[in-house]
């Protein structure tokens, strides 16, 4: 195998476990094998720990032996979910458990080992065709809520596994008891006529039915197949080639449920910028820098006052918030994730929001006395609307909190509403009628949909706001207009929160 460390990226904090247990992980191919291909797509992703599980000391590719701190010896399905029960006690941070005998797009095996959550999740793909290894999962909000193997089924299935588990540093200890459990049901001759290739499968079984909340990483237009002889193995690697593994990158570094304005006025240009500044090797947070330099010199602008330059330091408003969907859609091209980054971003929105408030009363007041609120009481209407996105914010951030204290219990309320909506099968007087009902059948009309999205006012319609009003009129009508919109906004946002928080 070569695990050659990647000089491009940080190494993942991830461990594998190499499924090499079955005959096919020795199946050819242009980069040796399918175990040797495998081992350089991980060092590509910078992943370093690497651990072979193999059967009863059979030889990995190329007739080598591997080292001994690389390999655990297995034989057959029980012995090898031992093995990975044990790795899990062992391991410090998320295990990723790989059978060998898969053919996959590096960015596929990257929406797990990559993503900046590091939480547990499952590869899966859309694909209606379920076969003996593509096993059959649900998927609701986001979370592979069941899943199948040959010796479990799953009703209402709407998606399938493709092979790849991801288990957080939390849930390893659920990991290795699940495996443990299982391992003493394969032996027992309880789960039937199972073997080693659906090891995996049956781990997301139990991590799920354990109750460990598993992402779901949805494959979309990328390919990650298992395969049992060399014809399939060929293919497979062909149908690779099918798809630009960089622009389905791109596309994915946008995001599909955003805002109208940013959907339609900005991110449809600002994605053509991102591979120019992954050339010019800039990084997510000089990106982030930069927005808030034009939103300081926007600020400066409309401290001047003059109609120019309040018509300059609306473009540059706008310029501004470009920056700041660049900057997300940089890090999710380059996958470069940082703590320091999601702050820094989170912080910089504040910030370049109220340095351009304070700029256009500056501009507005025109250097006269802070007296009685200055002109017009402008000072007011300004720490009125940066008050009122203070409260809009902490609605938000302390809702968020809630469901995700609540998920870890398993309330009903904490679920998402599409969920809620299936389990209960549209019965009258079920929970999740009513508003939120009413609310999810609505948005399937696209104008709902996005009036919907519009309403709470998100940062792009409130950067766009402040850019037409301001540049059109002046500081006190884009005020006036944050305060009345900002009002409406958090009103829908509370009784929303209420509601889901009450049924």
Request: glycine letters at 10%.
């Amino acid at each position: 195998m070569r695990l050659t460390p990647s000089l491009t990226r940080a190494s993942s904090t991830a461990s594998v476990v190499l499924l090499a247990t079955t005959p096919a992980c020795r199946l050819s191919c242009a980069d040796g094998t399918l175990l040797d291909r495998l081992g350089d797509q991980l060092a590509a992703l910078s992943v370093r720990d690497v651990q072979v599980l193999t059967p009863g000391g059979a030889l990995l590719a190329h007739g080598e032996q591997p080292e001994p701190e690389h390999a655990v010896h297995a034989g057959g399905l029980g012995a090898d979910l031992r093995a990975v029960a044990k790795l899990a006690r062992g391991s410090t941070g998320p295990l990723v458990v790989l059978p060998a005998d898969l053919v996959a797009h590096n960015d596929a095996l990257g929406l797990l080992l990559q993503h900046p959550a590091r939480g547990s999740a499952a590869l899966v793909s859309s694909d209606a065709d379920v076969g003996p290894l593509r096993p059959p999962v649900r998927v609701e909000g986001g979370r592979v809520v069941a899943a199948a193997s040959s010796f479990h089924t799953v009703p209402q299935a709407n998606a399938t596994f493709r092979g790849v588990l991801q288990a957080a540093e939390a849930d390893l200890a659920s990991l290795a008891d699940v495996a443990e459990e299982l391992a003493d049901l394969a032996e027992s001759g309880r789960l039937g006529p199972v073997s080693a290739v659906e090891a995996v499968d049956l781990l997301l079984v139990g991590l799920v039915r354990a109750g460990a909340r598993v992402r779901a990483a949805r494959l979309g237009p990328l390919h990650a197949d298992r395969v049992t002889g060399q014809a399939g193995a060929d293919s497979a690697i062909s149908r690779l080639a099918e798809v630009d593994e960089d622009q389905v990158r791109l596309d994915n570094a946008v995001k599909d449920r955003d805002g109208f304005f940013t959907t339609y006025f900005v991110s449809s240009w600002s994605r053509h910028l991102v591979r120019p500044a992954t050339r010019l090797r800039l990084t997510p947070n000089t990106v982030t820098g930069c927005s808030v330099g034009l939103a300081v010199l926007a600020a400066v602008w409309f401290s001047a006052g003059t109609r120019g330059a309040m018509v300059l330091g609306a473009v540059l408003v706008y310029l501004s918030f470009v920056l700041d969907c660049l900057d997300g859609q940089l890090a999710r091209y380059t996958r470069m994730f940082t703590p320091l980054g999601a702050w820094a971003d989170g912080m910089a929105d504040r910030l370049k929001e109220y340095v351009v408030y304070a700029g256009l009363a500056l501009g507005y007041a025109g250097g006269l006395p802070w007296q009685h609120g200055g002109p017009d009481g402008i000072w007011y209407l300004a720490i009125a609307a940066m008050i009122l996105q203070v409260v809009r914010h902490a609605i938000d951030f302390a809702y968020g909190g809630s469901v995700a204290d609540a998920a870890k219990v398993g309330a009903l309320w904490a679920k998402p509403v599409r969920s809620l909506l299936e389990e209960t099968d549209g019965r009258a007087g079920a929970p999740a009628q009513g508003v939120l009902g009413l609310s999810h059948r609505l948005e399937r009309d696209s104008l709902i949909h996005w009036a919907k999205k519009m309403i709470v006012l998100p940062i792009g319609e409130r950067m766009a706001l402040i850019a037409v009003t301001a540049a059109l009129f002046n500081a006190r009508v884009t005020f006036a207009a944050l305060i009345t919109w900002g009002a409406v906004a958090a009103l829908y946002q509370l009784t929303g929160r209420i509601a889901r928080s009450t049924r």
